[in-house]
């Protein structure tokens, strides 16, 4: 069994954004893919989880990224899993590009659920125990709780429809990205790019249901932004998330 997986990816035009850069749901998309992949190698992919009807669901994760690559440019992708504890799967990402420096870092964490209870599993229900990568961390830190140090404004409202949602039947964890990076104008995206982000997925969100995304700054530290969707009809939290921005440039006020 390969303790690390490594894959080959270019970017597509479908991949990025007007800045001609890769967008970071789709980043996403590459470390979910990757996931899903190296699992089945590992002998605890979809297909074998769902004979007793359990699935993977993603819970938490950061990014980090030095650079974006651009349009045309191939990345290479290495993940691998950590030992799991009694509940969580953590798995690291490291993102190279063709002169293998690395230029994005991610830790994710995920768990295992019923499919027709929606409760959590314990991890030994797949009683699997994972090869040694050998590595340090991608990133030195613990996935934890995310809270906003001061108010929240609302953006928009979004309903979620039959192009969010994947084989789980909900929202799917990159679609979570577009939703938090639409809180911010053309302009903010032209001036400013998200140098690291922390998502915790804490409730799923079904199609039908309407999310308010709120944002707010953290006055403290600088660069901070915080993004949360609630659920409008149970008033429960979706997700939370914090940002740290830096600007491409300067700009003169």
């Given at each position: 069994m390969?303790a690390i997986?490594?894959k080959?990816?270019?970017?597509?035009?479908?991949d990025?954004?007007?800045?001609r850069?890769?967008?970071?749901s789709?980043?996403?998309v590459?470390f979910q893919?990757?996931?899903?992949?190296?699992?089945?190698?590992l002998?605890?992919?979809?297909?074998?989880?769902?004979?007793?009807n359990?699935?993977?669901?993603?819970?938490s994760?950061?990014?980090?990224i030095e650079?974006?690559?651009?349009?045309?440019?191939?990345?290479?992708v290495?993940t691998?899993?950590l030992?799991?504890?009694?509940?969580?799967?953590?798995?690291?990402f490291?993102?190279?590009d063709?002169?293998?420096?690395?230029i994005?870092?991610?830790?994710t964490n995920?768990?295992?659920?019923?499919?027709?209870?929606?409760?959590l599993?314990r991890?030994k229900?797949i009683n699997?125990?994972?090869?040694?990568?050998?590595?340090?961390r991608?990133?030195?830190?613990?996935?934890?709780?995310i809270n906003?140090?001061?108010?929240?404004?609302?953006?928009?409202?979004k309903t979620v429809?039959y192009?969010d949602?994947?084989m789980?039947?909900?929202?799917?964890?990159s679609?979570y990205?577009?939703?938090i990076?639409?809180?911010?104008?053309?302009?903010?995206?032209?001036?400013?790019?998200?140098?690291?982000?922390?998502?915790?997925?804490?409730?799923?969100?079904l199609p039908?249901?309407t999310?308010i995304?709120?944002k707010?700054?953290?006055?403290v530290?600088?660069g901070?932004?915080?993004?949360?969707g609630i659920?409008?009809s149970s008033?429960s939290?979706v997700f939370?998330s914090?940002l740290?921005?830096?600007?491409?440039?300067i700009?003169?006020i």
């Amino acid at each position: 069994m390969e303790a690390i997986y490594r894959k080959k990816h270019t970017v597509h035009i479908s991949d990025v954004d007007f800045s001609r850069k890769l967008k970071l749901s789709t980043m996403f998309v590459y470390f979910q893919d990757m996931a899903t992949e190296h699992a089945e190698k590992l002998g605890v992919g979809r297909d074998v989880l769902l004979k007793d009807n359990l699935i993977w669901v993603l819970a938490s994760v950061r990014a980090d990224i030095e650079r974006y690559p651009v349009w045309n440019e191939n990345i290479f992708v290495e993940t691998w899993p950590l030992q799991p504890d009694k509940i969580n799967f953590e798995r690291d990402f490291l993102v190279y590009d063709e002169n293998n420096d690395i230029i994005a870092r991610a830790v994710t964490n995920w768990v295992i659920i019923d499919m027709n209870s929606r409760r959590l599993k314990r991890s030994k229900v797949i009683n699997s125990e994972f090869p040694e990568a050998g590595r340090e961390r991608s990133i030195d830190c613990s996935l934890g709780r995310i809270n906003a140090s001061g108010s929240m404004s609302e953006v928009y409202r979004k309903t979620v429809g039959y192009s969010d949602i994947d084989m789980n039947e909900h929202l799917n964890n990159s679609k979570y990205l577009d939703y938090i990076m639409d809180c911010f104008t053309i302009e903010n995206h032209k001036n400013y790019f998200t140098k690291s982000i922390e998502v915790n997925y804490i409730h799923e969100a079904l199609p039908g249901d309407t999310i308010i995304l709120s944002k707010g700054i953290d006055e403290v530290n600088d660069g901070t932004v915080y993004v949360e969707g609630i659920n409008e009809s149970s008033n429960s939290a979706v997700f939370k998330s914090r940002l740290k921005v830096q600007a491409k440039r300067i700009i003169s006020i």
